[in-house]
């Protein structure tokens, strides 16, 4: 798959998929063609020709999600729909927006400078994976009505991912919104990891307030392009695009868009234009879905067998490096299309850390291995470890894995595909070894 | 240095139209030469290649490589300049960034671009700001729109509590395709939307100068691919812009921030701000070195290019308005058309009873050029104008495989000519041809039913 249809280097190995996305040669010839098209005549293909594309490409994305294609448009990424979500409500005195701490950093900023400006205020729930699904949802709803005790607060918005970007898991983001509901606060849900990656079909049923995600991440698209869905009920309140654009009606021209009339697009009409962009990603959106129908049987078989990779491939790695997955009791973190599994680098700390409750949920039989051959390293340096791999890895292994220093281990996120098998697993399980072992610090480095 | 051959030749041997089409509307988007796009795919070949160490490692120092080649071209500090997709996001950079208060007061000319309007229009309802227009009828003279800004502003000034806190121009107007005294405008008061200006006029004073910000599309005349656009901000205003649109890593919260006031060398404030404002494809950016060359080896230099297009624009615009027996739109001093924009009347009469543009421009004609096609029309009704426009459009799209775009305004149909490199006076000429036949075709003319 990865040699016949995608577009890498010969000689490079493709384990971080979450960061960019990846588009095969098909879609990147389609693309191609619309923007020779657009160079040919760019006033009759623009003015005349890409309109009819979009929403060509719209109402297959509103298929593939279930909702009406009135309720999604496109965006260049998640964060232009963060931010106009946050940008276009009004805040009073006493409004709170509430995020968890793994919310993605450019919509942590987005919120910052929101509460900068206006009257908002936010809350940032510290949340420490692994955490049980049920146990999250509670955290949240105590967070919420807390706020909601005190005097004159009241929590406007939440911010949710689907799948986090850092550490690569999923969340009960649908028991997220219905927990939203319950407390009376609109949930907006940054889906970057969303669509291609898990199953939206209910999207519809679960009924976010807001819901973004990157079609250039998991759906095989070129970038810039994502959806942006906002259920009927809520069009009154995305006044305008970022930047605004010629979509836009003055309060005094416009009819408030209540009723769902087959013949309203009222946010079609306001996005279909945001400033002059390269639209040729959002008109390959199509081509992408049929390249992922003809080519690799559809939604469902992606999702299964990078599904299956990543929870397979993530335990077979950790078997290899002799340490653990990341992961929850019930096994919900792992549904998704990343394996987070930890480097055999034992720090010292004082604190139980995940990895020690990780660890202790391992049963005898793997304990020992390479880490317990190791001193204990100093944790203000896995920052600098972490680095070094990552060097190592672009520079003399032609690949590239992101990994971070989290609650004392070094953790690394694979990102499962269609156009990666278990042998590259393994073959990367073996590097991680390796430069593990060449570190200053561990058996065998100085 | 040998005279490049522009016009037909440059057209079929550096550019990427269709052979058959006509390209008169470089205004609208922009084109870019086949080098331009041969070295962009290549850029995003090396992308999906590998795309973490392309985006991570090499995009950010190539970035850097052609921002230096448009400070270069702007005689500006490199930090001082940044890319963004478009005019139109420069333009809501700095609407959104300046906090607004009671009494502040946004001026700006009729002439504005829509959108950017529009973002005038939507900070007036979440703010306390309110707006000005000035509405400018064309052909106007310099002095005497400099003056009516003045006068606008003293009179605001002079009302209790109200203040013009900025006020916004074009270089270049999108209609009708005129130049505006910027320069003058920013001496009298600071604040630029440059949209079709780095590549159609010349900037190289924009630091002399001195607007408070400036923004400009470089894949509409710098041969760049879209979406492509340098915002300027001179250092004094840097603490202003607290974050791109929309907020992305580079932003920083008010504790962390270091004051951004000082222009040490080594204070790239603006750079770090705007070099990753979310993904999006960066390569039309990382483009702007190589358009530059292309402009620099194959069409002689920005002067050659801009002497080029303007004769053009003037010389062809009068062969038009000859061959149609119309007018050109300009002003006594002739600076209104000092720029790559043609503005000439079709010669089609609309009843007025109100002095119009048209009838002042008549006034000016030499009675050797009267009579003509006009004269043997019947006056049109000037509410068919809009509709006259789009029959003639659509046809020149449909039959004739090109595009000129026109508006019904001051009481007569005004179309807009792009100079470029890749066109010469034939193109023109046929041009003329074609669309005095249109014209001639109308229900209401002569011909027409």
Known sequence: MRDEHFLFSGSYVPLNHGSYGAFPAAVRTYQRSLQDQTESRSDAFIRFKAPSLLLESRTAIAGLLQVPRQTVVFVPNATTGVNTVLRNLSWADGDVIVYLSTAYGACEKTILHICETTPATSVRIDVSFPIEDDDLVDL????????????????????????????GVRLPWEALVEACKAEGVLSLIDGAHGIGHIDLFDLGQVDPDFFTSNCYKWLFT??????????????????????????????????IPTAASSDSDYLGELFKWAATVDMSPYLSTLEALRFRSNVCGGEAAIENYCFDLAQQGGKR????????????????LSQCCFAMVRLPLRFASDTVSTTDRVMDRRSEATRG?????????PPERGPEFVKTIMDKLRDEHDTWIPMKFY??????????QVYLEMADLEWAAGVLSKLCKELPGSASGS
């Open 222 to 255: 070129p970038r810039p392009c994502a959806i942006f869905y906002v259920p009927t009920r809520h069009h009154h309140l995305i006044r305008t695009t970022y930047p605004t654009s010629h979509g836009f009606k003055p309060s005094q021209e416009r009819q």
């Open 140 to 167: 949240f709803r105590l967070r919420a009505q807390g706020i909601a005790a005190q005097q004159g607060k009241r929590v406007k918005v939440a911010m949710f991912d689907t799948v986090c970007t850092f550490p």
């Open 317 to 332: 790695m950790a078997q290899l490096l002799e340490t653990e997955v990341m992961d929850n009791r019930n096994a919900k």
């Open 407 to 416: 609650s004392g281990a070094i953790w690394f996120r694979i990102s499962a």
């Open 369 to 377: 291995g390479i880490e317990y051959n190791q001193q204990l390293l």
